[in-house]
C-alpha cells in the first residue's frame, strides 16, 4: 500500500481537487433528501485502514460518491461527515442507528452483530473466500513447534487484513497452554513494508513473522529463495477480516441501490480508485453465514481474555 500511495502522489493531489468539488456538489443533495428514507447514511472505521493514508482514502470516497449520485440522476448515499471515524464512534453509531451502511473489521462486527442486517454482507472480491494468517520461521532456526518461540522476537504485518491476527494469535498460544502474546514472545514489531516483514526473518535478525497467507505467497513469488529458505510453523482457518454491512430495518429500496452501486464500483473512475486502494479488483455480495468462522475465533479469544488472571492492582502512593 504504501508502494502504491508514493507511486500516485500526483493522483493523489488531483483527488484531493476533486474531493473539495464533491463535497459541495454532495451535500446540497443530502439536504434537500434528509428526510427521503431511501437516502442511506454511510461511513467507515478507520480500522479498515491500517497501513493505508486515509486522506487518499477519503478522497477517493467522495468522488465515488459524487460520480454514483451524477450516474443515478438522484443521491443515494449521504456519507458522515469525515468518512472515516474512530472504532468506538463507528460502534456507538451502529448500536444508535444513526448509521446505515458501514464498512469494519470482523472484530468490530463481533460487537454490533445483533444490529446488523444478517442476510448479506459486501467483501471485496480477494476476501470472499476467507484469508489465512502464517506464522514463519527461518528452515535453519531451533524453532521446530510453537512453544519454542518464548522470547522470540516477532513481526507482524501491519495491514487491514491482519484484523484478526491478534485473536488467532492469543487463541493459539492458548490452545497449547502458553502464554499470551504479549507475555510469551520476547518482543512484537509492527512493519507496514512486506519486505521489512518477511526479510528480517530471511536473514535471521528476527525470529519469526505473521502476515497473510496471499502476501507471504507473493513474496516467494518475488524471490523464490524465500519458499525455500523459510516454513510455516503455524497456519490459521479462513477468515473473513474486513466487511461491508447494512444496519436491520433499513430501507430496502436504498439498500439495493446501494449494494448494486457498490458491486459495479470499478465501472466508475472515483470507485477504481476505492478498488486499488483496498488492493481488489471489486467487491462481492455473500450471505452473513461468511463470517461464521471470524465469529467463533473471536468467542474463543474472549474465552481466553476472561481467563487470564486480573493485572496487579498499583498501590495507593
Excluded at 456507538?92 to 462486527?109: L, N, S, V
Excluded at 489465512?132 to 528452515?139: F, K
Excluded at 504485518?157 to 491476527?165: F, K, P, T
Excluded at 446501494?258 to 455480495?285: C, K, M
Aim: hydrophobic share 45%; with cysteine; aromatic share 6%.
Amino acid at each position: 500500500m504504501v508502494n502504491w500511495i508514493d507511486r500516485r502522489m500526483s493522483r493523489r493531489q488531483c483527488l484531493a481537487l476533486l474531493a473539495g468539488a464533491a463535497t459541495t456538489a454532495i451535500m446540497p443533495g443530502f439536504c434537500l433528501g434528509q428526510n427521503d428514507p431511501r437516502v442511506l447514511c454511510v461511513g467507515v472505521s478507520t480500522d479498515t485502514l491500517a497501513g493505508a493514508n486515509i486522506n487518499d482514502a477519503r478522497a477517493a470516497y467522495k468522488v465515488w460518491i459524487q460520480e454514483v449520485s451524477r450516474t443515478l440522476g438522484r443521491v443515494i448515499a449521504q456519507v458522515i461527515p469525515d468518512i472515516f471515524v474512530p472504532s468506538e464512534q463507528m460502534i456507538r453509531m451502529i448500536r444508535q442507528g444513526t448509521i446505515d451502511c458501514f464498512g469494519i473489521t470482523a472484530p468490530e462486527y463481533a460487537k454490533v452483530a445483533d444490529f446488523i442486517d444478517p442476510d448479506s454482507m459486501i467483501l471485496q472480491d480477494y476476501l470472499a473466500d476467507g484469508v489465512e494468517y502464517v506464522l514463519v520461521v527461518h528452515n535453519n532456526s531451533t524453532y521446530k513447534k510453537l512453544e519454542d518461540l518464548r522470547g522470540a522476537q516477532l513481526v507482524v504485518h501491519h495491514h487491514r487484513d491482519m484484523a484478526l491476527a491478534p485473536a488467532w494469535l492469543g487463541t493459539l498460544l492458548a490452545k497449547n497452554h502458553l502464554p499470551p502474546p504479549e507475555h510469551f514472545f520476547g518482543d512484537q514489531l509492527l512493519r507496514d513494508s512486506l519486505t521489512q516483514v518477511v526479510l528480517p526473518v530471511f536473514f535471521r535478525r528476527l525470529d519469526a513473522a505473521c502476515l497473510l497467507r496471499t502476501h507471504w505467497e507473493t513474496a516467494v513469488e518475488l524471490n523464490p529463495q524465500l519458499g525455500r529458505e523459510l516454513r510455516f510453523l503455524a497456519v490459521s482457518p479462513k477468515l473473513v477480516p474486513i466487511l461491508i454491512c447494512f444496519r436491520r430495518k433499513c430501507n430496502p429500496e436504498g439498500k439495493r441501490i446501494l449494494t448494486d452501486a457498490i458491486l459495479r464500483i470499478s465501472s466508475l473512475p472515483g470507485g477504481q480508485q476505492i478498488v486499488a486502494l483496498y488492493q481488489a479488483r471489486g467487491f462481492v455480495e455473500r450471505p452473513g453465514s461468511v463470517m461464521k468462522s471470524a465469529l467463533e475465533l473471536l468467542r474463543q479469544y474472549e474465552g481466553v481474555l476472561a481467563n487470564l488472571p486480573a493485572a496487579p492492582q498499583k498501590g495507593r502512593s
